[in-house]
Nanobody
Framework: QAQLVESGGGLVQAGGSLSLSCAAS????????MGWFRQAPGKEREFVAA????????YYADSVKGRFSISRDNAKNTVDLQMNSLRPEDTAVYYC?????????????????WGQGTQVTVSS
């Protein structure tokens, strides 16, 4: 059973920064690709960022490129998301995910392993 625990959400003004962290069990962290998704009220869950275990290549949604940065600490089994220049449209519940796969057009959560989510609210 995958175990993912997010932390670090909160309320911030537009233009501000927040850092999210995801703590994973060792077994879960061995996943080749981990990442973050988000879901705003009334909208579908969407991909935000992903990172590979080997080589640490990163991938971002167009809407967050240049503002968000994903990283992983293989010694601590954590995946972090640094969010800068936040906008009101970034407001959502952010979910950590493991076992991401590429389907040719986007990243998806292959086995449905999600954390409980952490709320990020950006005020204008």
């Amino acid at each position: 059973q995958a175990q993912l625990v997010e932390s670090g959400g909160g309320l911030v003004q537009a233009g501000g920064s927040l850092s999210l962290s995801c703590a994973a069990s060792r077994r879960t962290f061995s996943s080749f690709v981990m990442g973050w998704f988000r879901q705003a009220p009334g909208k579908e869950r969407e991909f935000v960022a992903a990172i590979r275990l080997i080589g640490a290549s990163t991938y971002y949604a167009d809407s967050v490129k240049g503002r968000f940065s994903i990283s992983r600490d293989n010694a601590k089994n954590t995946v972090d998301l640094q969010m800068n220049s936040l906008r009101p449209e970034d407001t959502a519940v952010y979910y950590c995910a493991a076992d991401l796969k590429w389907n040719g057009s986007g990243w998806y959560n292959a086995y449905g392993h999600w954390g409980q989510g952490t709320q990020v609210t950006v005020s204008s």
